[in-house]
Every structure is written in C-alpha cells, then in structure tokens.
C-alpha cells in the first residue's frame, strides 16, 4: 500500500483543523459552544491543534441551565486556565429571572429547550456570528442534515429545507447583518471515533465519564443521578451503584450506565460492544420522533 | 479496528423504488452498526404503517417531511465501521429535480454506487447517474442490479444489463466499473455472499467497499497549497514565527522545496513543514499543517503556494461545467462572487456554450437560460486571475461555486474543463 495516505483518525482530524481554520478566517467574532462534554472538549482540543504555535483564537461560551454537574463546571474553570482564553456564560437561570423563559412544570420538567432563548441571547448581545460546535450527525437523524457550515437566520433559526449545498471544501459563510453561522467540524465522527481519538491523543475529560460510585434512581432505562433538583416519585429508591455516563448534559435528564470502565482503554472497549445509541439515555431526545429537529429548527445547538 | 485504516466515502442516489434505502438498511444491519434502539424505534413504525417484518428502508429517513412523504430530499450522511475500514454514505436522492443534490453528495465521494433494477435494466435514470459520477470524476462505480429475487436470479438477466450499461458508459469518463447482482431486500451478496447465484464469481458489495484501492486516486505529482490562514504567535520561542497555514490540495511537500507564491509569483524555499506534533519531513493530500518559508514574503489567504517547476494555470478566463444549484435562475452578465480554493474574486458568466440534456445527454445549443439542475458548459471573466488546474487533473484546484451576493446562497457549482 502507498505511504501516501491517512488513516481515517488522521483524516477526519486533518478536515476539522480545515474547518475551524475557515471559521477562522471567514467570520470576525466566532465562538466554541463549550458544554463540557467530551464532543464540544474534542473541538477544543482540534482548535487547540489548528493554530499551534498560535493561542486558540476562539471564546468559550457556557450555556449555563444551572442544573450542572459540578463535576463539569470544575473542569471547565480548570480548561479556560490552562489555555488562557476568555469565558463567555449565558445563564438560563437568568432568561428566568428576567422573564424571557417560564420554568416548565411536571414531573418530567427540564430546563433543555430553555437554553434557545439564553444561547440566542447571548449571541446577540456578543454580537458572535459563528458558533461553533460539537454536533455529529451519526447523533441522530435531523444531525445528519446539518452542514459543515450551517445557516441561521436573524431569528436564530435553521431551515432544513432549504440549506446552502455544500461541495468539495469550498464552505461559504457569508451572511447579513443579525444572521450567524454553526459551524460543526467533527460532523463526521462517531462516538467510536471519538473515543478512539480521545484515547489516542490522551484528552483529559470530566471524571463523570469514568466508572466511578454514585447515589442514583432508576427511572426511564437508565440510572439518573441523585441531585438537589431530584424529585423522588412513588416507588423510586436511591440506591449506590458504579456507573458512568456517555453524554453529559443536565444532572436532570442524564442518565447513567452501570460499568467497570474506569479507563480510556476500557471505555473503548465498552463503547464499541454497545448496542444502544448514546443519546438513548437522554430523555430529551425521547419526547417525540422529532424532538431534535424541532428544537434545531428553533435554535438549538 | 485497526489504526491504519482507511476512510471512504461512497454515495448512493436512486428512489424509494430503486430497494435504496432498504440497500443502505441492509448494509447497516448486516453490518451490525444498528443500535438496538434505532431498530425498537424502527419496528414499532413499521409496525404502525402495516409493514411485515421489519422495514430496513426507514433507517435512512430523515428529517419529519421526508418521513410523511416516504422521499429523501437532501443530501443525508451514514456512517458505519468495518475491521477493515470506516466508511460514509451520501445519501442523496435520484430523481431529475434533485440533480443538485447527487452533484453535491458525489463531489466528494471516492466510489459512486449506481442501483439498477434488474427488472427494468438500464433506464434514462440510470445514465443520469452514471453521467453525475463521471462529471464529478469519481474514481470508482460499482453497479449494483438490485432484486436479482424477482428475475429469478438469472445469469443472464444480469449479463444484459451489464451490456447495456457499458454501452452508455463507454462514451462517458468513468474508469473503474464492478458490477455486482444483488437482492437488498433478502441480503444477497451485499454483506454475505448469495446461495441464490453461484454463477457470480466477483465479491459481495461490502467486501468490495472494503478492499478497494483508493490510496492512489490522489494527485501525488502537483503540488498545490492554498493558504487559508497566517498564523503568528508573537509569544515566547515564536517571536518572528509566521506560519502558512492550510491543506495540502495535492503532490508532496519536503522542507528545501523550491516554491512559488501564486500570484505574485515570489520565489522561496520551505523552511519547515509544521504541526502542532511536531516537524514534518514531507506532506501530502489532505493534511492540515502550516509552512515556513526561508525568506519574509507578503502573503496572504487565497494565495497558493506551488512548487516552481510546476505551476497552475493563472487566468480570468475559465471554461467549467457548471450545475445550477439555485431556485432563481442565472442573471445574464450578472456578478457573482467565485469560491476557488481559500480565494474569493467576482466572476461574471459570459457565455453559456451549451446545455446537456441529462437524459439523453445530446448537447442542446440554442438555449443559454440557466436554471436549477441544470448541467452546461461555461464561460467565465473573473476579476483577478484564479490559479487553476483542470478539474479532470484535480479535484481541489479545479473546483469552484458561484455566491449571488444579494442573498449569499451557494448558486452554482464549477469544473473546471
């Protein structure tokens, strides 16, 4: 075989550093959306790589729901040291207090499509025309549309009808005034080639990805973690059990899964004998058929 | 999987007809990348919509409006992984008004696969195909007669098809065929090899994806840089660091190369071929890295840096197969912006010299009216000259589209002849 050639970790690195260059060199003031899990620390870690020896050009930006694993805002303060870039937070507790959201009610409330109307806001008033982010489209069905480059309009929302086709590597970002770009360079990952990755260039992620003792509910398939914002119904019972999860999003709505895995090594062995996709422990995702695609099309990330 | 494996991209394009969708289903499934919950989530729907048996062709379905209508309409990307290799599918539809969206998905692809009905053979849909895959230059077409079950696996069923179809192709570019009979529906020789057909000697699709020679489909003999961005540390052990950055469109770079900036034309050596692992001793097509050059020249995005004693063409003039992309149709000796590589100039369409007719693909030369889907040949003036290749020569330097600037939409797609 020629030498010649990449092998597919080197190849789908080599085309984010191409993407996050673009982003770079086409839009005046673009951003990470950092949520702290693995996707948006692996963009980070990419754009890290991208402008080596330079610093990394792009803020961070937190959409806080303040239902955080503590876990993750630790890690997150501890990564903005380390390399020296600019935090931005847009707090859903906030769009609360100033009205601009109303808590939902029920027992299965969550704060997750809260955060259009915060991350919106905060891309206005940062005046941020490209948000970058840690998508893939092997997540799910309505990702699997998404451009390289994706289109929002002033309203912050994407028309998946009738997106801009994209050819070769030729990526075209030009927009008006109040519309803004995503910009999704790890859209052709999958979670095994994340954790191959993460394993190989040795990526420090939050412990919560680690097997490791906690105090949890069974309740919709999977272990959801005890927290302040828990709310026990009839029946349920905190129990202590390893476990570990696959996404992170809120401590609300996260459930884990019970496992040994207690190294990168391991995780990669886990993850590639899974039969269940990760966002199948998300209760977000399970509301309807097309729960992500109408919450993309509003402005979601 | 093992480290050194390779990624392909391959696309697929047919109708709900074709057994597409049940062919990407049947791939996935045998290929056992379903997860147990996308097939709970699928059996349940069929089960809803009256189907027996699961129905592998929703797998492939989309976004809401594509699941009411039972169509795909844009380009959707799969993926799934072998001990071998890992690969992408762009899924891209069949039918004429969603030509734009094959050119799309196949743009980037290194193998077409063509599904042919075998009750039907080749039709006008079917040269269509082959005609997207040999205008985007794919390296490789693997034809797949789908519903070898309903012709009774017949030999020679399939040795017609495979006779018709090299008498359309032969007048068109397309270098590797395979042709491979197939049932998507009950699996045959698509994963595992078929019962039904021992008189098929070749090897079951996926082992085909699997083993195919991709790796010398780059260009390993032009070397092409387009720079995409200056980086410039000015911190501590970088002082007067100024790095090129980009990636490598094709050929080989090695530090000592005596290089070309295009188009000032400035000559100079590299330096050091740099990533943030590290020195390189060469690099090649598609990797990002940034160079250092001996000597302090201006340079800036959208310049290309080339080796001296091969360089591309410099020209306002181009001759392209365009495809119109857009709605709207073209606006005569209107401006619109030009994308070529990491450069942007205005360019202006100055004549159309003809149409295709992407049925019959009879030239057609009295109309220069340029509408959505369409496929034509070219003339275009830009502002400032564009370091080009042929697109035949070169897939990253022979490319462009065209941005209307009143609504910033990508409009057009470009080869250039």
Partial sequence: MSKYYLNYLDELESEAIFILREVWAQFQNPVILFSGGKDSILVTHLAKKAFYPSKIPFALMHVDTGHNFPETIDFRDNLIKDLGAQLIVGSVQESIDQGRVA?????????????????LDAIELNKIDCAIGGGRRDEEKARAKERFFSHRDDFGQWDPKNQRPEL??????????????????????????????????????????????REVVWRSNSWIPKSEFLILEEGEEVVKKKVRFRTLGDITITGGIESEADTLEKIAVEVSAMRQTERGNRTDDKRSESAMEDRKRQGYF | MLDNNQLLRFTTAGSVDDGKSTLIGRLLYDSKSIFEDQLEAIEN????????????????????????QGITIDVAYRYFTTPKRKFIIADTPGHIQYTRNMVTGASTANVATILIDARHGVIEQTKRHAFIASLLQIPHVIVCVNKMDLVDFSEDVFNKIVNQFESVSSKMLVKDVRFIPISALHGDNVVNRSENMPWYQGAPMLHTLETMHISSDINKVDARFPVQTILRPQREGFIDYRGYAGRVASGIFRPGDEVTVMPSGFNSKIKTIDTSNGQLEEAHAPMSISITLEDDIDISRGDMIVRSNNKPEAT??????????????????????????????????????????????????????????????????????????????????????????????????????
Wanted: glycine content about 4%.
């Fill in chain 1, 103 to 119: 808590e939902e009610k029920g027992k299965n409330a969550t704060r997750n499509a809260l955060q259009i109307t915060t991350l």
């Fill in chain 1, 168 to 213: 070769w590597n030729l990526l075209n970002g030009k927009h008006f005034e109040g519309e803004h770009f995503r910009a999704f360079p790890i859209s052709n990952w999958t979670e095994m080639d994340v954790w191959n990755y993460i394993k190989r260039e040795n990526i420090s992620i939050p412990s919560l990805y680690f097997a490791h003792e």
């Fill in chain 2, 45 to 68: 729907t069929s089960k809803k919509k009256g189907h027996e048996g699961v129905d592998l062709a929703l797998f492939t379905d989309g976004l809401r409006d594509e699941r009411e």
């Fill in chain 2, 316 to 417: 306002q003039d181009l001759e392209v197969m365009l495809c119109w992309l857009n709605n709207s149709p073209a606006k005569p000796r209107a401006k619109y912006t030009i994308k070529h590589t990491t450069n942007d100039q205005k360019a202006m369409i100055k004549e159309v010299v003809y149409k295709i007719d992407i049925n019959s693909l009879d030239r057609i030369n009295d109309d220069d009216s340029l509408n959505m889907n369409d496929i034509c040949k070219v003339k275009l003036r830009t502002t400032k000259p564009l370091m080009i290749d042929s697109y035949r020569e070169n897939r990253t330097t022979g490319s462009i589209i065209l941005i209307d600037d009143s609504t910033n939409e990508t409009v057009a797609a470009g080869m250039v002849v």
